[in-house]
């Protein structure tokens, strides 16, 4: 589990991820906290783990974490693969600018705030209803996929690495559009094939419990299930991956 991989001697999961890593289906939940994918498949692999993330990250923000957090850099001399579990959101309709969403915070005084706060959640749903523009185009979160893994291979060229493809949802926020993530699909899968990365397919592992209303309410975020079936198919592709790299 997270703070213990130093003196475990077991190798470490670093998992690069959105929110989708760590809200069940009530909400957001600690980095350790033991239904959550990575700490599931961690279970399953006897390693350790270390779970980077916050909500609305995309490949862009798993670029920069990845260059700049040091608990990054700390795990990666131990890790036995790194997960970039980012895209989802890269994907989903941004018909207002990111940088917009991302500056609310900061809008002073409070009283404004909420007035942005409260004009952004209601033209977001209305306006996501025309499916583009998306929070990164492919192309662009396809550029810092790659670079990630560059970054990694000059580090350490044995390590193994995954990335995923888009989950689906059926998020109000988002006016339950989805445009974006079949040209997500073709240039990760694109990628992929070109880089010889393993992909495991979020949407493929979620679809059913998502589209029966079985994950978070918010109609994005998963349930136990959802966890369960992720952590399944994370299991089998990095499973295959490490015997590939290690065939003793």
């Not at 979620?206 to 978070?216: L, P, S, T």
């Amino acid at each position: 589990m997270p703070g213990d991989a130093e003196d475990s001697g077991r190798p470490v999961l670093v998992v690069i991820a959105d929110s989708l890593s760590y809200y069940g289906p009530k909400g957001g939940l600690p980095a350790d906290h033991s239904r959550i994918w990575p700490n599931l498949v961690a279970a399953e692999l006897d390693w350790d783990v270390e779970l980077v993330g916050r909500v609305g990250w995309t490949c862009r923000d798993a670029y920069w974490a990845l260059i700049g957090d040091p608990r990054v850099w700390a795990s990666v001399p131990r890790a036995g693969a790194v997960v970039f579990a980012t895209g989802g959101m890269d994907s989903l309709p941004s018909p207002l600018p990111t940088a917009l969403r991302e500056m609310i915070r900061y809008v002073r005084p409070p009283g404004l705030r909420r007035v942005v706060r409260g004009g952004y959640q209601w033209l977001q749903p209305r306006l996501s209803k025309l499916g583009r523009p998306v929070a990164l185009p492919a192309r662009v979160s396809v550029e810092y996929l790659e670079q990630c893994r560059q970054a990694l291979e000059q580090l350490r060229p044995e390590l193994p690495v995954v990335g995923v493809l888009p989950s689906v949802h059926i998020c109000d926020a988002y006016g339950r559009v989805h445009a974006g993530r079949e040209p997500a699909v073709r240039a990760v899968t694109e990628w992929s094939a070109k880089t010889g990365v393993p992909l495991v397919d979020l949407g493929e592992a979620v679809r059913d419990h998502i589209f029966a209303g079985e994950g978070n309410p918010d109609g994005i975020h998963w349930g136990w299930e959802g966890h369960a079936a992720v952590a399944r198919a994370m299991v089998k592709v990095l499973s295959e991956v490490c015997a590939t790299e290690d065939p003793a």
